[in-house]
Nanobody
Framework: QVQLVESGGGSVQAGGSLRLSCAASGSAFSIYAAGWFRQAPGKEREFVSAVSRVGHITKYAASVEGRFTITRDYSKNIVYLQMNSLRPDDTAVYTC?????????????????WGKGILVTVSP
């Protein structure tokens, strides 16, 4: 079993930065790819970013490429999402997921565990 808890959300003005953290319990987390999804009000859940089990493969949605960076700290069982140059359309509930592979997560399937989510609000 893997439990995921997100932190680091909040409110920021456009152009600002936030760093989301996803703390995982259970040593099994190391065998999963990990990533972030988001869901804005009235919109469908969408892939944001993912990192492979060993950290050598990362993938980003086109909308966040160049602004967001995903990293993984294996010693602490934490996955981070550094979000820079935030825009109002980044406003959403962000959820941390553990899945099979980066490719499957980017395609929207193969997630085995997910957190409760955390709100990020970007004002103009």
């Amino acid at each position: 079993q893997v439990q995921l808890v997100e932190s680091g959300g909040g409110s920021v003005q456009a152009g600002g930065s936030l760093r989301l953290s996803c703390a995982a319990s259970g040593s099994a987390f190391s065998i999963y790819a990990a990533g972030w999804f988001r869901q804005a009000p009235g919109k469908e859940r969408e892939f944001v970013s993912a990192v492979s089990r060993v950290g050598h493969i990362t993938k980003y949605a086109a909308s966040v490429e160049g602004r967001f960076t995903i990293t993984r700290d294996y010693s602490k069982n934490i996955v981070y999402l550094q979000m820079n140059s935030l825009r109002p359309d980044d406003t959403a509930v962000y959820t941390c997921d553990a899945g099979r592979t980066v490719e499957s997560m980017a395609a929207g399937y193969g997630m085995d565990y997910w957190g409760k989510g955390i709100l990020v609000t970007v004002s103009p």
